[in-house]
């Protein structure tokens, strides 16, 4: 089992800044491929950026390109997503999940189903 915690969450100017984390206990935090899933009211949950075991390589899908950042730390067992010139379609609840290690190299990292764990979500709001 793996329990997954964020946490930094909060209200945010268009514009501005905001980094969210991810603190992750149980089975060995370095073998998962670890990403961020974000969910607006009334929509699906949708993906938005995955991190490979090492944290040498990065996806993001096309709207964060250039605005976000994911970055892991092993040693803290933790995940980053940095976000930066946010949208008021940023607005979401963002959640961190965990999955087998090699989901990264896969056409799938992009699934919900590919991930096995995932915390409890931390609310992100833009203001216009």
């Known amino acids: 089992q793996v329990q997954l915690v964020e946490s930094g969450g909060g209200l945010v100017q268009a514009g501005g800044s905001l980094r969210v984390s991810c603190a992750a206990s149980?089975?060995?935090?370095?073998?998962?491929?670890m990403a961020w899933f974000r969910q607006a009211p009334g929509k699906e949950r949708e993906f938005v950026t995955t991190i490979s075991v090492s944290g040498d390589s990065t996806r993001y899908v096309d709207s964060v390109k250039g605005r976000f950042t994911i970055s892991r730390d092993n040693a803290k067992n933790t995940v980053y997503l940095q976000m930066s010139s946010l949208k008021p379609e940023d607005t979401a609840v963002y959640y961190c999940?965990?999955?087998?290690?090699?989901?990264?190299?896969?056409?799938?990292?992009?699934?919900?189903?590919?991930?096995?764990?995932w915390g409890q979500g931390t609310q992100v709001t833009v203001s216009s």
């Open positions: 149980g089975r060995p935090f370095s073998s998962f491929t």
């Open positions: 999940a965990a999955g087998r290690g090699g989901i990264y190299y896969t056409g799938s990292y992009d699934l919900l189903n590919s991930y096995d764990y």
